[in-house]
């Protein structure tokens, strides 16, 4: 059973980048849902907080979102594609 999208009400989109479109987290699961260029959606879990304001930060600077997910994301986080 695929899981369901976050709440869209805190959401940061990300104009800048060519692999993302939206970002999102939940403080509650520690869940950070990342929407992928063509309509993709994945679920990365047990993210630390921390980790996800260091995200935010590297977008509200225009620095890369798919650098970022790569390094600090991906090699540490158990993901799921939801979309």
Known sequence: MKRKRLSRKN????PES???????YSDVS????????G???YHYYDVDP????????????KGSSGRFVNA?????????EII
Do not use: C, G
């Open 39 to 41: 309509n993709r959606v």
């Open 11 to 14: 959401a940061i989109h990300t």
């Open 18 to 24: 060519r692999t993302t479109v939206m970002i999102n």
């Open 30 to 37: 520690h869940t950070l849902e990342v929407e992928y260029s």
């Open 72 to 80: 600090r994301v991906k090699p540490f986080h158990e993901d799921e």
């Open 50 to 61: 921390q980790l996800w304001q260091e995200y935010k930060a590297v977008i509200e600077s």
